[in-house]
């Protein structure tokens, strides 16, 4: 099965087929949502480089057109050409089976496709399921490479990975192809078979970042009201530029890791859960000896400005934080 491209190329906006398969597009992209539901956006403006919810990625393509060389659809499951595992299209997913060892299941699991996570009971269960399968992937995280491997854990060798990959200011495109490559090398190998898991597995431990576009001179985030503005709101500097293949990018970009989804990770696993409490519950409280920042005068002085939060951790055993 291969993926129906032929309507990105239409320019007329108000053709119907081009509006029918722009709606179709972002009901389908939707089971490559992250966490808070939101999908890459392959409108002109946003070049991938935004996401949204998918209804507004609709009205997006809608509005701005389909960026024209975004033709192999990476950023919405598709694997580049030569690099499918089994020879399938992704679009043929969901009966994959593959020698990977579950993590694309898991992370199945933990990014239901059909839920609307507006309601709050599903948003409830939602939650619930994902701490259950960050348990798993916590879990999962710890094995070896490879069997017999010693050196690195799934996800030490990820992390170590993705900072060659910033360091070198690599693509996402060669971080597709050296997962690929290990795959096909390593036929035991427990990673992500490319970029786009390798960042949704990381996401799914509360390693995940967004990436917010700024001003060049650092006047302005285009967040917020400042989302859908091209130009700084303060300097009028444009947003992006061209790179020499003539391709829209961002000049600047904050990468900006939120604390809220780490610290329920953290929470979430009864194995981090105890560590998170082991400050209250099981540290020496010996006065006058300075062993941990909790007996330092700063933390004690936060206790009694703050003491609901500060009894908390006693009120919060593992099990309940699952
Ligand atoms: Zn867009
Ligand atoms: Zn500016």
Redesign the pocket.
């Given at each position: 099965m291969t993926f129906d491209k032929s309507w990105t190329k239409i320019t007329n906006k108000e053709d119907q087929t081009f509006i029918k398969k722009a709606l179709a597009f972002a009901n389908w992209a939707k089971k490559y949502a992250d966490s808070e539901g939101k999908i890459h956006?392959p409108?002109k403006?946003?070049v991938n480089a935004?996401r949204?919810d998918p209804a507004i990625?609709s009205t997006?393509?809608i509005h701005?057109g389909f960026e024209p060389t975004y033709n192999i659809w990476i950023y919405h499951g598709e694997h580049l050409p030569g690099y499918e595992t089994d020879g399938t299209d992704s679009e043929c997913d969901e009966s994959e089976n593959d020698s990977n060892d579950g993590v694309e299941d898991l992370l199945n699991d933990a990014f239901p496709t059909g839920g609307e996570p507006e309601a709050e009971n599903f948003r409830d269960d939602a939650d619930q399921r994902n701490n259950l399968n960050a348990e798993k992937l916590f879990i999962d995280m710890e094995k070896p490479l490879y069997p017999g491997c010693d050196e690195f854990s799934v996800l030490s060798f990820l992390l170590e990975l993705m900072n060659v990959k910033l360091t070198c200011n690599m693509t996402n495109v060669s971080m597709d192809m050296i997962l690929n490559l290990f795959s096909q090398a390593y036929k035991d190998v427990n990673l992500p078979r490319n970029h786009y898991e390798a960042k949704k597995y990381l996401r799914t431990l509360g390693l995940g970042y967004e990436s917010i576009h700024a001003c060049k001179h650092d006047c302005a985030l285009f967040w917020k009201e400042y989302t859908e503005l091209q130009n700084c709101p303060v300097c009028s500097t444009s947003r992006y530029e061209e790179n020499d293949k003539g391709k829209k990018k961002p000049v600047k970009v904050l990468r900006y890791f939120p604390v809220t989804s780490r610290l329920k990770r953290l929470y979430a696993s009864r194995h981090t859960a105890k560590e998170m409490l082991w400050h209250d519950q099981q540290r020496n409280k010996e006065e006058g000896v300075l062993r941990h920042p909790a007996d330092g005068q700063a933390w004690k002085h936060f206790d009694t400005v703050f003491p609901d939060f500060a009894n908390e951790s006693s009120k919060c055993s593992p099990r309940a934080c699952q």
């Open positions: 956006c409108c403006k946003c935004g949204h990625v997006h393509i701005n």
